[in-house]
Every structure is written in C-alpha cells, then in structure tokens.
C-alpha cells in the first residue's frame, strides 16, 4: 500500500492519514476473514477457500480502479474486498502446509508467511514503474487481473494429506512430548489460558515492531541527522528483514522450541529499544532497526508452528486465524502509542525507552507458558469429588 499513497494524495488531494486508513481496514479485514477461512476449510478443504481469495483479492483490486469516484470505493473495494481475500489467502498456505509437515512446522510455516512478507518486494518495483507508465487507476485493474490468475492458480495445488499421515520416520508420540497430546477444537483451545497467551505473545511483537515501522524515516532523521532521502532508503533495507526474519526464527524455533524464540526476541528488542535513542550513527541506527524488524517477522513465522504445537493440526486454521485478530490489534496500537508519545514529549527518546520496557516485561510469558493439560483447559471447573469408603 505505500507505494500507492504518495499517487492517491497527490492525485485526489485526500489526506496521508485518509489514505492510511485503507491499509488499517485491510488489516482488521484480514484477521477476521483469516478465522472464518480457517474454520470453512474444515468444511470445504483448502482449495475451494484458496480459489475464493484469488477471487476476493483480485477483485477488489481491480475495483479499487473506481477509486476516483470516492474514498468509499477505495475503503470497500482495496480495503474490504481486498483484505477479506488476503486473510482467506494468508491461512490457506499455513494450515494446510503443517498438516504436511508436522516434523517441520516452523521451517515450513516460515517459507509461507515469508513469501507473504516478501511479496512486496516484487511487488513494489512493478506497481512504481507502472504507476510512472499508466497512472495509479489503471495500475489497480493490472495488478488485480494478476493477483487473480496467480493466486487462483496457486490454489489449485492446495489439498490436505491423507488421513493420519505422517512423514516417513517420524514419530509423533515423541513429538507430543513437547506439544498437544491431541487435536484441540476452537471451541476446547478458547477454554484454555495458553491460546490468550500465545495471541498476547503476537500482539505484544507486532505492537513492537509496528511502532519502527510506522516512524522509521522520521525516527532516523530526528535520532541521527540523516537527511529525508537517506531515511527513506533506510525503509527498504530494513524491510528485506520483515520478510527474512519470518523464516530465520521460525526455522531455529524448530531446533530450540517456540518459547525459547520468543524469549529471545523480546529480550533482544528491549536492549535495542533502549539503546537506541542514543545512537546517532545513521548505520548502527539502521543494524538495530534491521534486527527488531527481523524479530518483527519473526513472530509471523514462529506463531502458527507455536500453536498447532500446543493445540495441534486439525483445526489450526481457525485456531490461529482467531489468534491473528492479535495482528490487527497491534497494528493499531503500535502507531498510535509511538506518535502519541512524540507529540507529547517533542522527541523519540521516551517512547523507544517505554516500549523497551513493554518488551522486557513480555519476557514472562514465554516463560510461564506451557503446552495445554487436561486442568488448563478448564481452569476454574471445581474439583472432582474423592470417592467414599462404603
């Protein structure tokens, strides 16, 4: 979407903020169609879900052409339309591919939101030069007849394995040591703490890694001196560590566990949140950016590895989907707390130190957190009553 901002303000004259809220609807979109595609593929199966985001997408892509008749049209056609088919389309890869490979849940949930990650950087060159070429309109309807056929396509391939598969080799019963000892509904995951803990784990990262991401041009010129083209060139770099971050730490959670990942990654941000207010070299600026931004992707990657661990494959579509609602929640507040406090403050500094201080206390919860047992799933049921003697 930020390609398409700069040509939409400077061709309708909407505002930045006006045309932002596209991507925020999009977003919330995407968390609720994320859950009901993950609970209609237990139904129809992963193609028919896949095939209806291509369509969904697609569409309100290239309805978005329309956009010169109103705000409205761009709202529902790129932000309802088009986010309702990019969370059908982010879950179908995710659920179906872990049923695959149960034995690699983190590498291969990795590859997947890491192609969603990476896909703008094909994407952003394309859109520009088209925009250049054919203006920002007709750029829409171009990109939505593509997304349509590639996605559609993609679908095609998309099929659960067979019933009770399992790689050769593997032995699950030694996998479920370390994970759920059976499949979880939606319904049972709900009653158990450790879902509300692994969507706050979510929620707490993207909150993060959202709040560089919204501010990072600005932060770096403010933070370093760095002039307005430089630290617009930082954007680019640090988001190649979106995209490489969601398969780097989802491939090592398969080595040292899920946990362990996230701990690090929280431990890690709250040293580099608070370090750097006080770094005014604009290349050791953009290392610490380049590092939270990995660990940013990073909770993309690991997460649904993390929860069809503690509440396995079956349902781990509409377990997670539910769970992205975390994403939408993050985007939200992430923005809104760094600039909130820059406008309080007149600088940077105390919102970086603040949420150090967030990520530092969300170190606990990786701790504490543990696969669901037959007392987690309901906490606050009274005791069994002991059997009396006759």
Excluded at 54 to 76: D, E, I, K, P, R
Excluded at 124 to 141: E, H, Q, S
Excluded at 207 to 225: D, H
Excluded at 231 to 239: H, L, Y
């Amino acid at each position: 979407m930020e390609f398409f901002r700069t040509p939409l303000v400077k061709g309708f004259g909407w505002s930045i903020s006006e045309v932002t809220l596209t991507f925020t609807i999009a977003i919330f979109t995407l968390g609720v169609a994320a859950f009901v595609g993950g609970l209609w593929m237990r139904a129809k199966g992963p193609r028919v879900v896949g095939i209806t985001a291509g369509v969904l997408y697609g569409l309100g892509v290239f309805l978005a052409s329309l956009s010169n008749h109103g705000l409205w049209v761009l709202y529902l056609t790129y932000g309802l339309l088009g986010g309702a088919g990019l969370g059908l389309g982010y879950i179908v890869p995710i659920a179906t591919l872990v049923k695959w490979f149960p034995d690699k849940r983190g590498f291969i949930t990795g590859i997947a939101v890491a192609g969603f990650g990476a896909g703008a950087l094909v994407t952003a060159p394309v859109a520009t030069r088209l925009i250049i070429n054919v203006g920002v309109l007709t750029t829409f309807a171009i990109l939505g007849v593509a997304y349509f056929i590639l996605v559609v396509g993609s679908s095609m391939f998309m099929v659960n394995p067979p019933q009770d598969y399992r790689p050769a080799g593997w032995a699950p019963a030694a996998a479920a040591q370390a994970g759920a000892a059976r499949n979880y509904t939606l319904g049972e995951a709900l009653r158990t703490w450790q879902w509300y803990a692994l969507w706050a784990l979510l929620f707490l990262n993207v909150t993060a890694g959202i709040s560089i991401i919204s501010q990072a041009a600005p932060m770096a010129t403010e933070i370093t001196g760095a002039s307005a083209v430089t630290a617009a060139g930082m954007v680019g770099i640090i988001s190649i560590a979106n995209g490489s971050g969601r398969f780097l730490w989802a491939w090592l959670s398969d080595f040292v566990g899920r946990r362990w990942v996230f701990l690090a990654m929280f431990l890690l941000q709250a040293i580099l949140f608070f370090v750097m207010p006080s770094v005014t070299n604009f290349g050791l600026f953009t290392l610490l950016a380049f590092v939270i931004l990995l660990c940013y992707g990073g909770g993309f990657g690991t997460m649904p590895a993390f929860a069809a661990d503690y509440f396995g494959s079956r349902e781990v579509g509409a377990i997670y989907g539910l769970m992205l609602t975390a994403w939408g929640f993050g985007s939200a507040l992430g923005p809104l707390l760094i600039a909130r406090i820059r406008e309080t403050t007149g600088h940077y500094g105390e919102a970086l130190h603040i949420i150090a201080i967030i990520m530092l206390i969300s170190a606990v919860i990786p701790f504490v957190v543990h696969p669901p047992t037959e007392s987690s799933e309901h906490p606050f049921a009274p005791p069994e009553p002991r059997p009396t003697r006759p």
